[in-house]
């Protein structure tokens, strides 16, 4: 015959193996991944071009959604497959290029999507305005960028300074250490 003091232990047991469950649940679900806006400027007068904001820091499995606001962008990975460029992504990323963004947001064609699964750190620029300066970093995870001109027996085209210097005052606003600008 079953007693109250039963029933209380069955139901105790059934309580603490749902937490249980929940608390693994809890740690074994990653959080959600999520979609950042980047912004592809160009100023009313056309003498300033660049990516809003310049350095983002993201987690795995999230993606990256360009918009163009203004002007006409791309966006590419620097990578050899992106014009023989510097390879300045990590080893096993996909590289990306959107090629020519067709229309201003919320325009179609006025967007371009990523997703980045490997850590570290990613740079990028616009074709048409890469001498300009128009350059971003993403940095997923952890991780410290390339120095410029890494691997010069390759002879890919090298970051224009320019480009370098968006980079570097991007990272110093971040606060990375100078040894990874």
Request: proline fraction near 7%; hydrophobic fraction near 40%.
């Amino acid at each position: 015959m079953t007693t109250s003091n039963d029933r209380m232990r069955g139901r105790g047991a059934i309580a603490a193996a749902l937490f249980a469950a929940s608390c693994i649940a809890a740690v074994a679900i990653p959080a959600a991944a999520r979609t950042h806006d980047v912004r592809a400027i160009m100023s009313s007068d056309g003498a300033r071009v660049y990516f809003d904001p310049v350095l983002l820091r993201i987690a795995p499995g999230d993606t990256v959604r360009w918009i163009q606001v203004s002007g006409y962008h791309s966006v590419a990975a620097y990578h050899p497959t992106n014009g023989d460029r510097e390879l300045r992504i990590p080893d096993g990323a996909q590289p990306w290029d959107s090629g020519v963004l067709l229309g201003e947001f919320p325009a179609r064609g006025s967007t371009f999507e990523h997703t980045f699964t490997v850590p570290g750190v990613y740079d990028y620029f616009c074709q048409p305005h890469e001498a300009a300066g128009m350059v971003g970093r993403i940095v997923v995870g952890a991780g410290a960028p390339r120095a410029f001109g890494h691997s010069p027996e390759r002879h890919w085209k090298a970051v224009p300074e320019a480009a370098r210097e968006t980079l570097r005052a991007a990272a110093a606003a971040s606060g990375e250490p100078r040894s990874v600008r």
